[in-house]
């Protein structure tokens, strides 16, 4: 049974940074796709960051050079960095993964598996 778990969210600053965590269990990572998602209330879950098996990441145009997606040596963990927040990144974050290899979708219908998010909110 694939399971993932995120963790890090919480409640910072404007300007601050968190780490999200995504731990995964039941699921061999290659050549899966990796990526992270938002939702804000009252809005639709949009893309944030992605990461293929050969670590190659993408960003959304929102987030590119504020946020960095990487994962663990073993590759069963993957991470958020999340600098310089700003209120408007207040959201539940949530891991997910997919598994078709290639560069990572944007499009939450092609993610196989997903967390059960956590709560990032950024107070001005």
């Known amino acids: 049974q694939v399971q993932l778990v995120e963790s890090g969210g919480g409640l910072v600053q404007a300007g601050g940074s968190l780490r999200l965590s995504c731990a995964a269990s039941?699921?061999?990572?290659?050549?899966?796709?990796m990526g992270w998602f938002r939702q804000a209330p009252g809005k639709e879950r949009e893309f944030v960051a992605g990461?293929?098996?050969?670590?190659?990441?993408y960003y959304a145009a929102s987030v590119k050079g504020q946020f960095t997606i990487s994962r663990g040596n073993a590759k069963n963990t993957v991470y958020l960095q999340m600098d310089s927040l700003k209120p408007e990144d207040t959201a539940v974050y949530y891991c997910?993964?997919?598994?078709?290899?290639?560069?990572?979708?944007?499009?939450?219908?092609?993610?196989?598996?997903w967390g059960q998010g956590t709560q990032v909110t950024v107070s001005s």
């Open positions: 997910a993964a997919d598994r078709r290899p290639g560069a990572p979708s944007v499009r939450r219908s092609d993610y196989d598996y």
């Open positions: 990461i293929d098996w050969n670590d190659g990441t």
């Open positions: 039941g699921l061999t990572f290659g050549p899966y796709v």
